[in-house]
């Protein structure tokens, strides 16, 4: 069965550096959400999107956006990067929002050095 | 928000021993979901069970939607169980926000 898919796996960028994490949603798939996992942490929601409409915002900063489009794949653009945003991010997608079971990828391993 | 609470924190098991791993929340609910994070940072969907019981296999999982707590059954521990074992939740009360618990760090030992 195909799974949520991201790109890269893995990035290395400087401070002050933007980043750019893809997410390829299951087919059929409407809703996507994304998450920061510092390490030893819980996983963090930050944005997500139904429809291709942000529908809730959590934790994220300002330096960061994100979108869903046409396709349904989405992006999370992050600009001035700082070292604290070394984690790992993830996106989950589901078929709708709400009462419906999520499904995550693999997660981008972003560091900053 | 809604508070999320696992307990306990940290487990250590000998392969073949049996748990039961909690997950209380503070709000109603309309969608919870049990993961394991092995090793390598993967989130795997174990149950997703806003209520009533399920069963795969060597894990279990019952969530007492009106007592607001959920319980993780695993028997017959094996050293492939390792890993973090999260709960998350969202409030049915009209926001979409996941929130996850914590987590219970997982060892098993051979």
């Known amino acids: 069965a195909a799974g949520v898919i991201q790109s890269p796996r893995h990035l290395i960028k400087e401070k002050r550096e933007t980043a750019t994490l893809k997410c390829y949603p299951i087919?059929?798939?409407?809703?996507v959400y994304w998450y920061q996992q510092g390490p030893g942490q819980d996983p963090q929601f930050l944005i997500s999107?139904?429809?291709?409409?942000?529908?809730d915002k959590g934790s994220i900063p300002d330096r960061f956006s994100a979108q869903q489009f046409s396709d349904y794949h989405s992006e999370l653009n992050m600009s001035s990067l700082e070292l604290g945003d070394s984690a790992l991010y993830f996106c989950?997608?589901?078929?709708?929002?709400?009462?419906?079971?999520?499904?995550f990828g693999p997660g981008t391993r972003l560091t900053v050095t | 928000g809604i508070q999320v609470e696992q307990s306990p924190p940290d487990l250590i098991l000998q392969e073949g021993a049996n748990s039961t791993l909690r997950c209380n929340f503070s709000d109603s609910v309309n969608n919870l979901q049990w993961f394991h994070q092995n090793p390598w940072g993967q989130l795997i969907n174990l149950f997703y069970?806003?209520?009533g019981t399920k069963q795969n296999g060597r894990l279990s999982a019952t969530t007492v939607a009106t007592e607001r707590y959920s319980l993780l059954y695993i028997s017959s521990s094996q050293t492939t169980d390792s890993g973090v074992y999260f709960c998350a939740v969202m409030s049915s009360g009209g926001s979409y926000i996941p929130t996850f618990g914590r987590g219970t760090s997982l060892i098993v030992h051979p």
């Open positions: 069970i806003p209520s």
């Open positions: 087919p059929r798939h409407d809703t």
């Open positions: 999107f139904y429809e291709k409409m942000q529908s």
């Open positions: 989950a997608s589901s078929p709708g929002t709400g009462g419906y079971e999520q499904y």
